[in-house]
């Protein structure tokens, strides 16, 4: 069984900074590639960063381009993701995953849920005007 556990949530006021890891712990598993999700109340989860571990490459939402750093070390399943100038709208639960499968094209395929196999539980960020 693989857990992915997700820490560094918590409140802040806009135009602050927080930085969100995940760490994977369980039977040894190999993650083709790794992303963050969020999901605000009453809304869809939303994909925000991804990173593919074989080529390196990251992807981001628009919205958050430019403000949030996605990183990790695929050896040690941990991923971070460091978030700067932080509004309002980006107040979430923000939730991990990992994906087994390999998917051969662009980043883009990674940034559905439906390519996750493993998610964790989420940790709430609230950002405060």
């Known amino acids: 069984q693989v857990q992915l556990v997700e820490s560094g949530g918590g409140l802040v006021q806009a135009g602050g900074s927080l930085r969100l890891s995940c760490a994977a712990s369980?039977?040894?598993?190999?993650?083709?590639?790794m992303g963050w999700f969020r999901q605000a109340p009453g809304k869809e989860r939303e994909f925000v960063a991804l990173?593919?571990?074989?080529?390196?490459?990251?992807y981001y939402a628009d919205s958050v381009k430019g403000r949030f750093t996605i990183s990790g070390d695929n050896g040690k399943n941990t991923m971070y993701l460091q978030m700067n100038s932080l509004n309002p709208e980006d107040t979430a639960v923000y939730y991990c995953?990992?994906?087994?499968?390999?998917?051969?094209?662009?980043?883009?395929?990674?940034?559905?849920?439906?390519?996750?196999?493993?998610w964790g539980q989420g940790t709430q960020v609230t950002v405060s005007s």
């Open positions: 990173i593919r571990w074989s080529t390196g490459s990251t």
């Open positions: 369980g039977r040894t598993f190999r993650s083709y590639a």
């Open positions: 995953a990992a994906a087994s499968a390999l998917i051969v094209g662009g980043d883009y395929h990674y940034t559905y849920c439906s390519a996750y196999d493993y």
